[in-house]
Structures are given as structure tokens and as C-alpha cells.
């Protein structure tokens, strides 16, 4: 697709996502806890992370026939050779479920390894974050740019915890470890895409992250790249979005930062 063809999509996805963050919303007024089931110790699921994908679903099919689709909550969708819709439905399912406001939806538009269109809906502030391939980055019509932070030490620095924590979780602490003495600060705040969402926008200047799904930074990858920052894996590659791990900010930070995870995480 060319940049004015994604640039002419990029609206419909935003309604799109503005219509699901309605929806959920709406739903946390009144929530009934015995929905959760859960997916593991540490990871769960409502009613609300199905409907809200199935309405993503039925809004986004008919904008790209022939597109195929990779969701959180649903592995048996029809995936396509070209472009794919690379969906969370709502990331930040634990916060949601406590009552912590910092929840979005997330939709990403994938060909290949590449996210050339990325929405992020965050919920509670009402902010919707997009960029698309060639067209910058932006959040609620104003253009944005990831930090100008030129080191690590500097550096306010997000992550979140895989939930598989047995795999590397000695390296996980061993990195959080070294950071506490680095950085100007850490959060955690429980959404990836919010976190890179807020990297884009230079709230946070950096974020890194291992055993991250592809719907989790399909949308928030482009954002940053779109915003000027680096996107890379922890060997300072590009195999981020299926490869489950993540680092973005600007090229200084990230740069710091891979050869950190590349030490502990070889």
C-alpha cells in the first residue's frame, strides 16, 4: 500500500478504535468480576477482551478485503500472506480488572515483519495515538516525536514483566538490576502499547521488554519509528514484532540499552 492509501485508511481505523474504547468503557461501570477466566497464573481474560476483539474484527475486515488477522484471544483467525491486522482488544486487561485507568486498545496493519499503520486507543485519557508508514506520528491531531534524550542515564525507562517468568527471569533481574543504578527512573505501568504510545510521544524516553506477544507492539512499533526513535530486538535487530523481544527510543538510548539486554539475555 502507498503512503496516501494508508494515510486514507488511518481515520476509519482511529473511529474504529474510539468505537471499541467506547464499549469498554462503558463496560468497567459496571463490571462483573466472576467474568474472569484465566490463561495462566499472572494472565487473564473478560468478556469484555472478546467482545471488544470481535467488534475490531467485524469493523476492520471489510476496510481490506482479503487481509488476514492475528488476535490475542482468538489464534484459529485466517491469516494472510500480505497484510494482516495485528490486534489487542484490550491491553491491560489486569489494570482494567482492578480498576487502574490505564488500559487501550491496540490495532496494528502488518506486511511481512513490518508495521506500516498503528492505532492505540488509551482509554481513560481519551488519547488516540497513529502514525502509518511515511506519515509521521500523531496523537489527537498533533504531530509527535519521541524524547531528545541523547543517554541512558538520563533516561526515564519503562518495561513490563513476561508472563512466562520462569524463562528468563534471572536475566530480567539481573537487567532491572544494573537499570536501578543507571537511569533516572523505571516504570512499570501494565500495558505494552500504552508504554510505547508513551515513548512516541516523549513521556517515556524508553521501553524494553521480553517474551512480548506481536499484538502487543504491532501499532506501537510504527508509532515510535514514525515519532524519529529505534525499534530493535535485544541483538539491536529487527526481529521485533514476532520475535518476543522489544527495545525503542531514540537511537542513543536504545543503543545503551541493547548492549544491557545483550549481556544478560545471550
Given at each position: 500500500?502507498?503512503?496516501?492509501?494508508?494515510?486514507?485508511l488511518c481515520?476509519?481505523?482511529?473511529?474504529i478504535a474510539?468505537?471499541?474504547?467506547?464499549?469498554?468503557?462503558?463496560?468497567?461501570?459496571?463490571?462483573?468480576?466472576?467474568t474472569?477466566?484465566?490463561?495462566?497464573?499472572?494472565?487473564?481474560?473478560?468478556?469484555?477482551?472478546?467482545?471488544?476483539?470481535?467488534?475490531?474484527?467485524?469493523?476492520?475486515?471489510?476496510?481490506?478485503?482479503?487481509?488476514?488477522?492475528?488476535?490475542?484471544?482468538?489464534?484459529?483467525?485466517?491469516?494472510?500472506?500480505?497484510?494482516?491486522?495485528?490486534?489487542?482488544?484490550?491491553?491491560?486487561?489486569?489494570?482494567?480488572?482492578?480498576?487502574?485507568?490505564?488500559?487501550?486498545?491496540?490495532?496494528?496493519?502488518?506486511?511481512?515483519?513490518?508495521?506500516?499503520?498503528?492505532?492505540?486507543?488509551?482509554?481513560?485519557?481519551?488519547?488516540?495515538?497513529?502514525?502509518?508508514?511515511?506519515?509521521?506520528a500523531?496523537?489527537?491531531?498533533?504531530?509527535?516525536?519521541?524524547?531528545?534524550?541523547?543517554?541512558?542515564s538520563?533516561?526515564?525507562?519503562?518495561?513490563?514483566?513476561?508472563?512466562?517468568?520462569?524463562?528468563?527471569?534471572?536475566?530480567?533481574?539481573?537487567?532491572?538490576?544494573?537499570?536501578?543504578?543507571?537511569?533516572?527512573?523505571?516504570?512499570?505501568?501494565?500495558?505494552?502499547?500504552v508504554?510505547?504510545?508513551?515513548?512516541?510521544?516523549?513521556?517515556?524516553?524508553?521501553?524494553?521488554?521480553?517474551?512480548?506477544?506481536?499484538?502487543?507492539?504491532?501499532?506501537?512499533?510504527?508509532?515510535?519509528?514514525?515519532?524519529?526513535?529505534?525499534?530493535?530486538?535485544?541483538?539491536?535487530?529487527?526481529?521485533?514484532?514476532?520475535?518476543r523481544?522489544?527495545?525503542?527510543?531514540?537511537?542513543?538510548?536504545?543503543?545503551?540499552?541493547?548492549l544491557?539486554?545483550?549481556?544478560?539475555?545471550?
Open positions: 500500500m502507498t503512503a496516501d492509501q494508508l494515510a486514507a481515520p476509519r481505523v482511529q473511529e474510539r468505537e471499541a474504547g467506547a464499549y469498554i468503557r462503558n463496560e468497567r461501570k459496571a463490571f462483573d468480576h466472576t474472569i477466566e484465566s490463561k495462566g497464573r499472572n494472565n487473564f481474560v473478560t468478556h469484555v477482551d472478546k467482545n471488544s476483539e470481535q467488534m475490531l474484527v467485524n469493523a476492520l475486515a471489510p476496510l481490506l478485503p482479503g487481509a488476514g488477522f492475528i488476535t490475542e484471544e482468538d489464534d484459529t483467525r485466517e491469516r494472510s500472506a500480505d497484510y494482516n491486522w495485528v490486534i489487542d482488544p484490550l491491553d491491560g486487561t489486569t489494570n482494567f480488572i482492578h480498576g487502574i485507568p490505564c488500559y487501550c486498545v491496540s490495532i496494528g496493519l502488518v506486511s511481512g515483519n513490518e508495521s506500516v499503520l498503528g492505532v492505540i486507543y488509551e482509554v481513560n485519557m481519551d488519547e488516540c495515538f497513529y502514525a502509518w508508514k511515511g506519515g509521521g500523531w496523537l489527537n491531531g498533533k504531530k509527535i516525536r519521541v524524547a531528545a534524550t541523547k543517554s541512558l538520563e533516561s526515564v525507562v519503562a518495561t513490563g514483566f513476561p508472563y512466562d517468568v520462569g524463562t528468563h527471569s534471572h536475566a530480567y533481574v539481573q537487567v532491572l538490576s544494573e537499570l536501578l543504578k543507571t537511569v533516572r527512573g523505571l516504570r512499570r505501568i501494565g500495558a505494552a502499547a508504554d510505547m504510545a508513551y515513548v512516541a510521544c516523549g513521556r517515556f524516553d524508553a521501553f524494553y521488554e521480553s517474551g512480548i506477544n506481536a499484538w502487543d507492539v504491532a501499532a506501537g512499533s510504527i508509532l515510535v519509528q514514525e515519532a524519529g526513535g529505534k525499534v530493535s530486538d535485544f541483538k539491536n535487530g529487527t526481529d521485533f514484532i514476532f520475535g523481544q522489544i527495545i525503542c527510543g531514540p537511537e542513543e538510548v536504545t543503543g545503551e540499552l541493547s544491557i539486554m545483550e549481556k544478560h539475555f545471550s
